[in-house]
């Protein structure tokens, strides 16, 4: 998926994804959507976590860790 997708895609597709909705009226397209959109949710999360890892480590190599 591109950048593009990962910022419009799940929204188009699911509008707002509810984390133990009851799944047994959603059709196997909508399921197929549901789990794209929940990996580059993952996928957008995980990107995020390592920008601010990379903040984190830079901060302390500026100033030191605390402890």
Known sequence: M???NLS???SLILGTILVGEDL???SEEELT?????LEAEIERTQQSLGHK???RANADAIFGTKL
């Open 53 to 55: 890892k990379g903040v």
């Open 2 to 4: 591109t950048d593009d």
């Open 8 to 10: 419009t895609r799940p």
């Open 33 to 37: 959507q549901r789990i794209e959109a």
């Open 24 to 26: 047994e009226n959603l």
